[in-house]
């Protein structure tokens, strides 16, 4: 019993100093820019469509969130060229490409579409 009871006693203890052990990573130590001086960024990517290359500007604000999609293009008039405002929107909407679905009839228009975005949010500065 008396080993039962002194497991339990430095058991207690560990857990009490672990606790109360210093963070590193606290938020005290993280070095952040002030909302006044944070700068919008952009990315750029091109990427082959179905009609020739495909190329993607996106704009970030201050916060992050993507707020418009610049695009040149040489897709197709009446299948390519109508999916891409509809996947802009979504992909804005969506803040990316996750859960966004391609428009039926322009596959290949909006794989490529989306894997520019993707590139370009990789690429943004």
């Keep these: 019993m008396k080993n039962l009871n002194k497991f339990a006693l430095v058991a207690a203890m560990a ?12 938020a005290e130590n993280t070095e952040t820019v002030p909302a006044e001086e ?11 469509g179905y009609g020739g290359d495909i190329k993607v500007t996106v ?4 916060d992050g969130v993507i707020e ?14 109508k999916a891409i405002p509809e996947l802009t929107d979504a992909i804005i909407k969506a803040n990316g490409t996750e859960g966004v679905e391609n428009v039926s009839g322009a596959t290949v228009t909006s794989e ?9 949010i990789a690429n943004a500065k």
Excluded at 68 to 81: L, P, V
């Design 15 to 26: 857990f009490t100093f672990a606790a109360c052990g210093n963070n590193a990573n606290t």
């Design 59 to 62: 704009n970030f604000g201050k």
């Design 68 to 81: 418009s999609i610049d695009t040149e293009h040489t897709e197709t008039e009446d299948i390519g060229a």
């Design 112 to 120: 490529a579409f989306k894997s520019a975005v993707n590139e370009a």
């Design 38 to 48: 944070a700068q919008p960024s952009k990315g750029e990517a091109t990427v082959a």
